[in-house]
């Protein structure tokens, strides 16, 4: 046996194998329809089979295959085993376009619903290989930053869906990807369109195979690498844009798919595009056979695509060690005084800023006729008792994020760490989710499930990055992928139609619009009391950025302070989002903006970011309840839609 037939053995028995169990499965759904008796009038069950069960299992197969076919494509043009259109951000991009575009131009869809997923599968392409292109096509920074930008484009998204309430479920199902099927039209669609862009990719595997060469052998050859990158990057975007324009995001297939390809033999990059297609039909078709048979006529509410995303993001945990990238450590924080006049005209500044913020946040606002007054007259204790509770909730929560981002960013030894970042936000989330869903209890319990749920995806990060000695990339992979997982399983609970899924949106909103007396003095009180702590571990933090040799040569204890800050900063963290959710970015700005300012050691920067961080989430929520009047936007999707760009910048400056 040659080594080609011996490479193509092992993918061939992994398609079979997904085929065959597959086939098994959509039998026993399809059986007991096929072989009832006919009788008189409309055959119902044939019925079902023939225009929903079968033409779903075609759109899988499909979709598979075409997912599958654009991860493969990315990593052999990019270099980067974990790039697929989930990881790059390209079908959170399609999915953010198509629910803006249903929402207000609905127009636009009938005269090209592919265009419109073209369009935002295109920009975060765009965004994240022009990030990639600076920076070397490093597979850290492409993947970072399409993660992030993924992050970014689906917390919108539901936030949009949340804000139209009468669309929640059925965006939501749409959104998180799902395959049901009333008709053929939509697999007989998918057939001429993959089929064009397959035929196109066939071409390019002569090109692509020299790539494996080297850059400069690859040119020396004849390969033009610029138009080789936008030829491939194209065809990969647009299966990602078609995909998602027809039944939304599917997750992870397109990593997975080809990692199998390779695992079980597929070396060569004829092999990977070739087998990846098959491999990924097959295994799509699986998941979505065993999803119907075992959940029954609640398999047509199921997203498919969170199901597989909840699947893929433990596999994105398990690759990252594969994923060569080299760690950056924190270069020693100077330990020489700084001069007096350096540290308090920051901080001083600060906090005239922040009481600033305070009294407009307090007593300016938007009269009855849309005009701006000042807050007077007999109604000024009513409406001051409704509105500070909102604001000092807010400012509580701002200054623990913010804080919990010096800490974060100290540990880990990356200015782009942040509890949003990191995953624990989304951890939290979880938490509540549980809690609204299984428990329903107040302020307490779900406090009690928010911090359980931040923690224990805290506990997973850090025991996935102990191989790598905490490497920031890969604690900050680690965390985007338990964010995708977190958010998956959070979209199946949405999707369901329960009326408590309008709760857990208008949570994850950041809205303060129901915070009462009671939760901002119990969100203050937890503030002062976590902030004091942190402050009092200083000197940890000081010392710790030096690197464990010195940390321990000084008589640190290096596990039990990790593991007591990174504990402290779980607690802010779940807290916070509470009041404003697991998307303010709020933990990125503070302490980035503090370092700005001049303030580098632990104590001053702390106080510096829970100065600023507060400021901004007062300012959003002003911003939020004054620029719609009398529609309020919740304050943490303002400062989200400022700080996940902010990030991107950060990326973008990061040498």
């Avoid at 195979?209 to 647009?238: H, K, P, Q, T």
């Avoid at 005209?345 to 009294?359: F, N, R």
């Amino acid at each position: 046996m040659t080594a080609a037939r011996r490479d193509n053995l092992g993918p061939a028995l992994v398609f079979l194998m997904l085929i065959v169990s597959g086939g098994a499965a959509s039998w026993f759904l399809a059986a007991p329809a096929l072989s009832s008796a006919v009788g008189h009038g409309y055959d119902i069950p044939r019925m079902v089979v023939y225009y929903s069960t079968l033409p779903r299992l075609a759109t899988a197969l499909l979709v598979g295959a075409a997912l599958a076919l654009s991860g493969a494509l990315f990593q052999q043009v990019l270099r980067n085993p974990l790039a697929d259109p989930t990881t790059l951000g390209v079908s959170a991009g399609a999915n953010l376009a198509l629910v803006v575009v249903s929402l207000f131009i609905p127009g636009l869809l009938g005269a090209g619903r592919d265009v419109v997923a073209l369009l935002g599968s295109a920009a975060a392409a765009v965004i994240v290989v022009g990030f990639g292109a600076r920076r070397g096509f490093s597979p850290y920074s492409l993947v970072l930053s399409g993660l992030v930008l993924s992050l970014w484009c689906g917390g919108l998204s539901a936030i949009l869906t949340y804000l139209n309430q009468r669309y929640l479920a059925s965006l939501f199902i749409w959104g998180s990807g799902s395959l049901a099927q009333q008709s053929w039209a939509i697999p007989l669609s998918l057939t001429w369109k993959i089929g064009a862009v397959a035929v196109v990719s066939a071409l390019l595997i002569r090109p692509l195979s020299l790539l494996d060469l080297g850059e400069s052998s690859s040119v020396a050859l004849g390969v033009r690498l610029a138009r080789l990158r936008v030829v491939v990057v194209a065809c990969a975007v647009a299966l990602a844009a078609f995909v998602t324009s027809a039944v939304g995001v599917i997750g992870f297939i397109g990593l997975v798919a080809p990692t199998l390809a390779r695992l079980s033999g597929a070396r060569r990059p004829v092999q990977l595009i070739v087998w990846s297609p098959l491999i990924g039909a097959g295994l799509l078709f699986l998941a979505d056979s065993v999803l119907q048979l075992t959940t029954g006529s609640l398999g047509n509410f199921l997203p498919t695509g969170a199901v597989t995303a909840i699947f893929g993001s433990p596999l994105l945990l398990a690759l990252l060690p594969r994923l060569k990238i080299r760690h950056r450590i924190q270069q020693a924080i100077p330990l020489r005084r700084p001069r007096p006049w350096g540290v308090k005209l920051p901080l001083v500044t600060a906090i005239l800023g922040v009481l600033v913020l305070l009294v407009i946040s307090l007593f300016a606002g938007r009269s009855p006729g849309g005009g701006w007054a000042l807050l007077s007259g007999e109604f000024l204790d009513d409406i001051l008792a409704i509105r500070s509770p909102k604001i000092f909730a807010a400012l509580a929560s701002g200054a623990m994020l913010a804080v919990a981002g010096a800490i974060l960013q100290r540990l880990t030894g990356n200015e782009m760490a942040s509890p949003e970042v990191l995953g624990i936000s989304a951890g939290a989330t979880f938490g509540v989710a549980i809690a609204l869903f299984a428990v329903a209890p107040g302020f307490s319990g779900q406090f009690a499930f928010a911090v359980g749920g931040a923690v224990s995806v805290l506990a997973v990060i850090l025991l996935s990055s102990r191989s790598s000695t905490f490497a920031p990339e890969r604690v900050l992979l680690a965390g985007i992928a338990l964010s995708a997982m977190v958010d998956a399983v959070v979209g199946v609970l949405s999707s369901t139609g329960d009326p408590r899924a309008v709760l857990l949106m208008r949570w994850m909103s950041g809205s303060t619009y129901l915070v009462d007396g009671t939760t901002a003095a119990a969100e203050v009180v937890i503030g002062a009391v976590l902030i004091t702590a942190a402050l009092s571990a200083r000197r940890w933090l000081d010392i710790l950025p030096l690197g464990p040799a010195p940390s321990a040569a000084v008589g640190m204890p290096l596990a039990m302070s990790r593991l007591a800050l990174f504990g402290l900063a779980g607690l802010m963290t779940a807290a916070a989002t509470l009041t404003v959710g697991p998307l303010s970015f709020v933990g990125l700005m503070g302490p980035h903006l503090a370092r700005e300012a001049g303030l580098k050691r632990a104590m001053p920067q702390m106080v510096g970011a829970a100065l600023i961080g507060g400021g901004l989430m007062v300012a959003a929520d002003f911003v939020g309840r004054t620029i719609a009047a009398p529609y309020q936007i919740p304050a943490g999707l303002v400062s989200a839609l400022i700080g996940a760009p902010f990030l991107m910048f950060l990326m973008g400056r990061a040498r």
